[in-house]
């Protein structure tokens, strides 16, 4: 299971960043995968996740109506659009895949896999 992430990098708040995370090694759409944030001297939180098969999604408050999850699972890729970008959105995000086969949510706890961070910085 390899989980490859891309599309970080440095933007003005208010402006957008689209991020990608490729998964090899197993079927996308069978399990919930998502994505986390770290940013310095903060703790690692969940910021958007999507389920298997239904593609019920979850997104955290700091990132409701700005940021868009969806799945392409004929690339077995899971993305991430970010819109209205804030300063606060700053950190290392992370693609993560469930453990549980069928899994509709993605806790830290259910984590199976983690892709490597991809720094994201919203400055002007």
């Known amino acids: 299971v390899q989980l490859q992430a891309c599309g970080g990098g440095l933007v003005q708040p208010g402006g957008s960043l689209k991020l990608s995370c490729a998964a090899t090694?197993?079927?996308?759409?069978?399990?919930?995968i998502g994505w986390f944030r770290q940013a310095p001297g903060k703790e690692r939180g969940g910021v958007s996740c999507?389920?298997?098969?239904?593609?019920?999604?979850y997104y955290a408050d700091s990132v409701k109506g700005r940021f868009t999850i969806s799945r392409d699972n004929a690339k077995n890729t899971v993305y991430l659009q970010m819109n209205s970008l804030k300063p606060e959105d700053t950190a290392v995000y992370y693609c993560?895949?469930?453990?549980?086969?069928?899994?509709?949510?993605?806790?830290?706890?259910?984590?199976?896999?983690w892709g490597q961070g991809t720094q994201v910085t919203v400055s002007s």
């Open positions: 999507i389920g298997s098969s239904n593609g019920s999604t």
């Open positions: 993560a895949v469930s453990k549980a086969y069928g899994s509709t949510s993605l806790a830290a706890g259910q984590v199976g896999s």
């Open positions: 090694g197993f079927t996308l759409d069978h399990f919930a």
